[in-house]
Nanobody
């Protein structure tokens, strides 16, 4: 299993970014995918979840209305569109999949929002 995130960077308050997570090594279209984030000295937080066929999407209250999760099963890629970014969104963002009782993580991509 391999998850490779990209798309992070430095952006100003109110800006936008699109994160991507390229997945391989498992049957991507079968599994729910998640984005988490972890800010310095804070616990990892679940940000968004998308079901296998994109029929269900869930968001943390802190990002609802600003972030959008999507996926392309043909490209085995999950995305996170980040809009109206705030300094408190600064964190390392991780892609995640869970199956067979185990969590799989990417290496993460840094998002930094300046005020």
């Amino acid at each position: 299993v391999q998850l490779v995130e990209s798309g992070g960077g430095l952006v100003q308050f109110g800006g936008s970014l699109r994160l991507s997570c390229a997945a391989s090594g498992f049957s991507f279209s079968t599994y729910e995918m998640r984005w988490y984030r972890q800010a310095p000295e804070k616990e990892r937080e679940l940000v968004a979840t998308i079901s296998s066929l994109s029929r269900s999407r869930k968001y943390a209250d802190s990002v609802k209305g600003r972030f959008t999760i999507s996926r392309d099963n043909a490209k085995t890629t999950v995305y996170l569109q980040l809009n109206s970014l705030k300094p408190e969104d600064t964190a390392v963002y991780y892609c995640n999949v869970q199956f067979w009782g185990r969590d799989y993580w990417g290496q993460g991509t840094q998002v930094t929002v300046s005020s």
